[in-house]
């Protein structure tokens, strides 16, 4: 290796780590503002590590008034969204992926058009139509506004993975004595399987991290982040820290694990053709 | 085993006519070789006979049952695609033993039959392997195993060979060949290549824009080619057309290509003598034409343009007047380009061809004792 | 089987790609139609049902509507460019496949997964009078008391914060948008421009850019409507110190239980979200790239 090239590499590498950093520091912070002993927060001049490990801080932020039933909340509304949006979008993305069919093209423009949709902001008009239907400060109501957003993804991401399945497999199924469903179970869901989880999991993830919608359909069943934002205003630094970090472990193990169809999620421009 | 019949079987996509109208009927146990170029529908037709797609009109009956309307599942049939479409989550034993499974065979008898048929063919080593384990010429005998081991009415293949190196095929061709022999089951192949389709084939389609075009036994559809389109889509290289004139002389009638005048037996002469005037095509393929190193009454002067040593024989580019030929010969003396010779034409092997429509003129029974240019 | 004719055409496998997409083209058309009229009806109508623009008067002329279309837009015109030439460096270093850029590519997507609550949260920690920055000064020695980046005083402070956040938060979008563009350009075509001689700066410039074009409309498109709606970020970090059009329609709501200016500001919103939408694909149409 010449020195120019090396002195290349070195710069490229010195690059990937500044920006590496740029993007970990904050969250290496964030958790350890979470585990810093409550007092010591407040203090001036303030060190940057803290001198001892402390639950006591994430132990406040657990035990404030309604922090847990909007946890569970917020579990149960991602879980709603999650059987709905796969329901409804799994079928269509096998759709895309299989079939040619007139409007194929318009739908899929469609829901590239939907997935750009400023959703959340549905949720003020939709207060009056909740109330109508009873869905006001309801679980499912949330569920509903949330499978909305969801959905799109949820199609885009589940042709992707079926049209990864080829479709002779399922038809070498069907001259094999299976039917039309039979090969659907034993064949394209088994291979399927992987990536329908992976979408359930970003399905999961939207849920979760919402806060618009959630916070005005919601008055006295909050989510998570509904609580932690109506709580702003009255909340001390260490609940907010607290309540920070809490909400992105769960986001960050399911974008670990599903990381890989990522690309699938936000690939795909409008105008390819 | 049973046997096959289409009748009026139409498919479109969109405008696109696939299969135009196809009369067909396949005999009981016979090995029929559907052939033709990209496109023509060879695809459609089998998969219409499977199931997998459904013919706009037209009837389909496999071993005398109307199965036109019936799913894949109840046809009796089993198929071998040219992407194999072998299972990648189960193992080669699974993946055999999977239409049984299907139809509740007990399992005692799956596994008998699934290890007979891997033995049948050579991959009974392989069993517990996954498809990601195997080469691509294994895979393709899973696939054919899965489907011979359903013992169905009948086996469809789409091309199965397509995908495997040039060695392999031919060993594979030569596998296929005695698996029909011995389990006899009526099979329908789907092929682009000529040499597959002479070599297996009881009976070749060639089909053409969703028609079939020719149906008849390999020899025939090489020898007596029913039009221009056969004869240059078979054979390797395909046959050599000139266009001619038809003179008529008093008893006997000449070609006129260009400078040059063909003698043509005297079978011709009667279906000739109406045409008189009129151009038609002559074929004739390669290797019958004799090459001529020195001048010989009554040949063609050819000048060599291409040579090309093939082996076992030598391929010539020649000219011969306005028209390029291609002439099959001897390996020995290599001939080099630019170097004049004389050809001569094996008169009973002249092949003509209507003008117009490209279709074949009949090839007239010869009587016994006729020969020569 | 007594069956009509329209009845079996509907049980054909013709149709059942139709019956597959069926219930998510109602559950969007219910979904979006639905509440789009009411957001209308609640905007333009009064509770007697009398057509009026007193909710739409209300709303431009409140105090905080001038500053929040400000706020909003100057947001938006800094951030989003500055996202993208980020996201562009970030995908196009991903690209060229040095060593460790698989994980280095998914370690910048980490933020995709925040929300926008708890990046604004983090950021938070960090520019509030006792964070980390305001520690990591005075260690150095630079400052000796706090600097007050997140007060009324220095609305430019919050909104530098506030641009910083945003852009560590959102900038992962439009970075996997880009790579899943760059993965779709046949590397062959890098490879027969650089056979003809062409440099990278000119690869770059007459390759690659022009492919990816259609990835960065989209890119440009969703990132700008997310960047409008912008708001979790805010208003941990500044509360309504710096107001934005979509933190208006929520107070407007929260406060105030007023849903009518609410959904003025948020039909406002969708107007300007569909115009700019429409403005990209309009002036940003990439010439015939995909034969
Ligand atoms: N699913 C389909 N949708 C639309 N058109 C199709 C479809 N399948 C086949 N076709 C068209 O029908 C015609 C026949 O296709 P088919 O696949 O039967 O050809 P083939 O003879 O098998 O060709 P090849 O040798 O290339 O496999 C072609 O023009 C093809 O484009
Ligand atoms: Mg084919």
Same mark, same amino acid.
């Given at each position: 290796?010449?020195?120019?090239?090396?002195?290349?590499?070195?710069?490229?590498?010195?690059?990937?780590?500044?920006?590496?950093?740029?993007?970990?520091?904050? &969250?290496?912070? @964030?958790? %350890?503002?979470?585990?810093?002993? #409550?007092?010591? $927060? *407040?203090?001036?001049?303030?060190? !940057?590590?803290?001198?001892?490990?402390?639950?006591?801080?994430?132990?406040?932020?657990?035990?404030?008034?309604?922090?847990?039933?909007?946890?569970?909340?917020?579990?149960?509304?991602?879980?709603?969204?999650?059987?709905?949006?796969?329901?409804?979008?799994?079928?269509?993305?096998?759709?895309?992926?299989?079939?040619?069919?007139?409007?194929?093209?318009?739908?899929?423009?469609?829901?590239?058009?939907?997935?750009?949709?400023?959703?959340? &902001?549905?949720? @003020?008009? %939709?207060?009056?139509?909740?109330? #109508?239907?009873? $869905? *006001?400060?309801?679980?499912?109501? !949330?569920?509903?506004?949330?499978?909305?957003?969801?959905?799109?993804?949820?199609?885009?991401?589940?042709?992707?993975?079926?049209?990864?399945?080829?479709?002779?497999?399922?038809?070498?199924?069907?001259?094999?004595?299976?039917?039309?469903?039979?090969?659907?179970?034993?064949?394209?869901?088994?291979?399927?399987?992987?990536?329908?989880?992976?979408?359930?999991?970003?399905?999961?993830?939207?849920?979760?991290?919402?806060?618009?919608?959630?916070?005005?359909?919601?008055?006295?069943?909050?989510?998570?982040?509904?609580?932690? $934002?109506?709580?702003?205003?009255?909340?001390?630094?260490?609940?907010?820290?607290?309540?920070?970090?809490?909400?992105?472990?769960?986001?960050?193990?399911?974008?670990?694990?599903?990381?890989?169809?990522?690309?699938?999620?936000?690939?795909?421009?409008?105008?390819?053709? | 085993?049973?046997?096959?019949?289409?009748?009026?079987?139409?498919?479109?996509?969109?405008?696109?006519?696939?299969?135009?109208?196809?009369?067909?009927?396949?005999?009981?146990?016979?090995?029929?070789?559907?052939?033709?170029?990209?496109?023509?529908?060879?695809?459609?037709?089998?998969?219409?006979?499977?199931?997998?797609?459904?013919?706009?009109?037209?009837?389909?009956?496999?071993?005398?049952?109307?199965?036109?309307?019936?799913?894949?599942?109840?046809?009796?049939?089993?198929?071998?695609?040219?992407?194999?479409?072998?299972?990648?989550?189960?193992?080669?034993?699974?993946?055999?033993?999977?239409?049984?499974?299907?139809?509740?065979?007990?399992?005692?008898?799956?596994?008998?039959?699934?290890?007979?048929?891997?033995?049948?063919?050579?991959?009974?080593?392989?069993?517990?392997?996954?498809?990601?384990?195997?080469?691509?010429?294994?895979?393709?005998?899973?696939?054919?195993?899965?489907?011979?081991?359903?013992?169905?009415?009948?086996?469809?293949?789409?091309?199965?060979?397509?995908?495997?190196?040039?060695?392999?095929?031919?060993?594979?061709?030569?596998?296929?060949?005695?698996?029909?022999?011995?389990?006899?089951?009526?099979?329908?192949?789907?092929?682009?290549?000529?040499?597959?389709?002479?070599?297996?084939?009881?009976?070749?389609?060639?089909?053409?824009?969703?028609?079939?075009?020719?149906?008849?036994?390999?020899?025939?559809?090489?020898?007596?080619?029913?039009?221009?389109?056969?004869?240059?889509?078979?054979?390797?290289?395909?046959?050599?057309?000139?266009?001619?004139?038809?003179?008529?002389?008093?008893?006997?009638?000449?070609?006129?290509?260009?400078?040059?005048?063909?003698?043509?037996?005297?079978?011709?002469?009667?279906?000739?003598?109406?045409?008189?005037?009129?151009?038609?095509?002559?074929?004739?393929?390669?290797?019958?034409?004799?090459?001529?190193?020195?001048?010989?009454?009554?040949?063609?002067?050819?000048?060599?343009?291409?040579?090309?040593?093939?082996?076992?024989?030598?391929?010539?580019?020649?000219?011969?007047?306005?028209?390029?030929?291609?002439?099959?010969?001897?390996?020995?003396?290599?001939?080099?380009?630019?170097?004049?010779?004389?050809?001569?034409?094996?008169?009973?092997?002249?092949?003509?061809?209507?003008?117009?429509?490209?279709?074949?003129?009949?090839?007239?029974?010869?009587?016994?004792?006729?020969?020569?240019? | 089987?007594?069956?009509?004719?329209?009845?079996?055409?509907?049980?054909?496998?013709?149709?059942?790609?139709?019956?597959?997409?069926?219930?998510?083209?109602?559950?969007?058309?219910?979904?979006?139609?639905?509440?789009?009229?009411?957001?209308?009806?609640?905007?333009?109508?009064?509770?007697?049902?009398?057509?009026?623009?007193?909710?739409l008067m209300r709303m431009v002329q409140d105090i905080q509507f001038g500053s929040a279309l400000r706020f909003t837009l100057l947001l938006l015109a800094i951030v989003v460019p500055l996202?993208?030439?980020?996201?562009?460096?970030?995908?196009?270093?991903?690209?060229?496949?040095?060593?460790?850029?698989?994980?280095?590519?998914?370690?910048?997507?980490?933020?995709?997964?925040?929300?926008?609550?708890?990046?604004?949260?983090?950021?938070?920690?960090?520019?509030?009078?006792?964070?980390?920055?305001?520690?990591?000064?005075?260690?150095?020695?630079?400052?000796?008391?706090?600097?007050?980046?997140l007060?009324a005083q220095n609305t430019g402070w919050v909104l530098g914060s506030i641009v910083?956040?945003e852009?560590?938060?959102?900038?992962?979008?439009?970075?996997?948008?880009?790579?899943?563009?760059?993965?779709?350009?046949?590397?062959?075509?890098?490879?027969?421009?650089?056979?003809?001689?062409?440099?990278?700066?000119?690869?770059?410039?007459?390759?690659?850019?022009?492919?990816?074009?259609?990835?960065?409309?989209?890119?440009?498109?969703?990132?700008t409507i997310?960047a409008l709606q912008m708001f979790?970020v805010v208003v941990?970090m500044g509360g309504r110190m710096v107001p934005v059009l979509a933190g208006e329609a929520y107070y407007w709501?929260?406060?105030?239980?007023?849903?009518?200016v609410?959904?003025a500001y948020a039909l406002l919103l969708?107007v300007i979200s569909?115009l700019l939408?429409?403005?990209?694909?309009?002036?940003?149409?990439?010439?015939?790239?995909?034969?």
């Amino acid at each position: 290796m010449t020195f120019r090239q090396l002195q290349r590499r070195f710069l490229l590498y010195m690059v990937v780590v500044v920006i590496a950093l740029w993007v970990l520091v904050p &969250l290496v912070l @964030i958790a %350890l503002a979470a585990f810093t002993p #409550r007092l010591e $927060l *407040y203090r001036w001049p303030r060190t !940057v590590l803290p001198s001892a490990f402390s639950t006591a801080t994430m132990a406040f932020f657990l035990r404030s008034y309604g922090t847990l039933t909007s946890l569970t909340n917020s579990a149960l509304v991602a879980l709603l969204t999650l059987g709905m949006t796969l329901a409804l979008g799994a079928p269509a993305g096998y759709a895309v992926a299989r079939y040619v069919f007139r409007g194929r093209e318009a739908f899929r423009i469609g829901i590239l058009m939907t997935r750009m949709f400023p959703t959340s &902001l549905l949720a @003020i008009p %939709l207060i009056v139509t909740f109330i #109508r239907w009873q $869905l *006001y400060d309801t679980l499912i109501g !949330v569920a509903f506004i949330h499978t909305a957003m969801a959905l799109p993804f949820a199609v885009l991401i589940t042709s992707g993975i079926f049209s990864g399945v080829p479709k002779e497999l399922e038809e070498a199924a069907m001259t094999l004595g299976c039917s039309r469903l039979g090969a659907f179970v034993r064949v394209a869901l088994p291979l399927a399987l992987p990536g329908l989880a992976a979408a359930a999991m970003f399905t999961f993830v939207i849920s979760w991290n919402e806060v618009f919608a959630a916070a005005i359909l919601t008055v006295r069943n909050r989510t998570l982040p509904a609580q932690v $934002l109506t709580s702003l205003e009255v909340a001390p630094l260490d609940f907010r820290f607290a309540g920070g970090f809490f909400m992105i472990i769960p986001a960050l193990i399911f974008m670990a694990l599903a990381r890989r169809y990522l690309f699938q999620m936000w690939g795909g421009a409008i105008s390819e053709r | 085993m049973a046997e096959i019949r289409l009748e009026q079987v139409r498919k479109t996509f969109g405008r696109v006519v696939a299969v135009r109208d196809v009369d067909l009927t396949i005999e009981d146990g016979e090995f029929l070789v559907l052939l033709g170029p990209s496109g023509c529908g060879k695809t459609t037709t089998l998969r219409c006979i499977a199931g997998l797609e459904r013919a706009n009109s037209g009837r389909i009956f496999i071993g005398r049952r109307d199965v036109t309307g019936l799913p894949p599942a109840r046809r009796g049939i089993a198929m071998v695609f040219q992407s194999y479409a072998v299972f990648p989550h189960m193992t080669v034993a699974q993946n055999i033993g999977f239409g049984l499974r299907m139809r509740h065979v007990p399992r005692r008898q799956i596994q008998k039959d699934v290890e007979e048929a891997a033995a049948l063919l050579r991959i009974d080593e392989l069993l517990q392997r996954y498809p990601a384990q195997l080469s691509g010429g294994q895979r393709q005998r899973v696939a054919v195993a899965r489907a011979i081991v359903m013992k169905p009415q009948v086996l469809l293949m789409d091309e199965p060979l397509s995908n495997l190196d040039a060695l392999l095929r031919l060993q594979m061709r030569a596998e296929l060949k005695r698996l029909h022999r011995e389990i006899g089951t009526t099979t329908v192949y789907v092929t682009h290549d000529q040499v597959e389709a002479l070599s297996l084939g009881d009976r070749i389609a060639v089909m053409m824009d969703g028609t079939i075009v020719q149906l008849d036994h390999p020899s025939v559809v090489y020898d007596k080619p029913a039009s221009t389109f056969v004869a240059g889509f078979i054979g390797t290289p395909p046959m050599n057309f000139l266009e001619a004139t038809v003179a008529a002389r008093d008893e006997s009638v000449e070609l006129v290509v260009g400078d040059f005048t063909l003698l043509v037996p005297a079978m011709w002469t009667d279906q000739l003598k109406e045409r008189a005037g009129q151009t038609v095509i002559v074929g004739i393929r390669a290797e019958n034409i004799t090459v001529h190193h020195g001048p010989v009454p009554g040949s063609l002067a050819a000048t060599v343009l291409v040579s090309e040593p093939l082996g076992s024989q030598q391929l010539l580019t020649v000219q011969v007047g306005q028209d390029v030929l291609k002439v099959a010969t001897a390996p020995e003396p290599l001939l080099a380009a630019g170097q004049m010779v004389g050809l001569t034409l094996v008169g009973q092997k002249l092949r003509l061809f209507d003008k117009e429509t490209g279709k074949a003129l009949p090839v007239p029974i010869p009587p016994p004792s006729e020969g020569g240019t | 089987m007594p069956c009509t004719r329209p009845l079996r055409a509907l049980a054909s496998e013709k149709a059942l790609p139709y019956w597959l997409i069926l219930p998510t083209i109602v559950y969007v058309a219910v979904f979006f139609l639905v509440p789009v009229v009411q957001a209308l009806l609640l905007a333009f109508r009064t509770q007697d049902g009398q057509w009026t623009t007193r909710f739409l008067m209300r709303m431009v002329q409140d105090i905080q509507f001038g500053s929040a279309l400000r706020f909003t837009l100057l947001l938006l015109a800094i951030v989003v460019p500055l996202q993208l030439v980020t996201a562009l460096f970030i995908a196009l270093l991903v690209n060229t496949r040095f060593r460790g850029s698989r994980t280095f590519l998914y370690m910048c997507a980490i933020p995709l997964g925040i929300s926008d609550l708890a990046a604004g949260l983090i950021w938070f920690s960090l520019f509030t009078q006792h964070g980390y920055i305001n520690s990591f000064l005075y260690g150095l020695g630079i400052i000796e008391r706090p600097i007050f980046f997140l007060s009324a005083q220095n609305t430019g402070w919050v909104l530098g914060s506030i641009v910083l956040a945003e852009h560590w938060r959102a900038t992962a979008i439009v970075l996997v948008i880009l790579v899943a563009g760059l993965q779709m350009i046949s590397r062959d075509y890098l490879e027969a421009a650089e056979v003809f001689g062409a440099r990278p700066w000119q690869r770059l410039w007459h390759v690659t850019l022009p492919l990816l074009k259609p990835s960065l409309q989209s890119a440009l498109i969703i990132r700008t409507i997310l960047a409008l709606q912008m708001f979790a970020v805010v208003v941990a970090m500044g509360g309504r110190m710096v107001p934005v059009l979509a933190g208006e329609a929520y107070y407007w709501y929260y406060l105030y239980r007023n849903a009518n200016v609410a959904s003025a500001y948020a039909l406002l919103l969708m107007v300007i979200s569909a115009l700019l939408a429409w403005g990209y694909l309009r002036f940003l149409r990439p010439r015939e790239v995909h034969s």
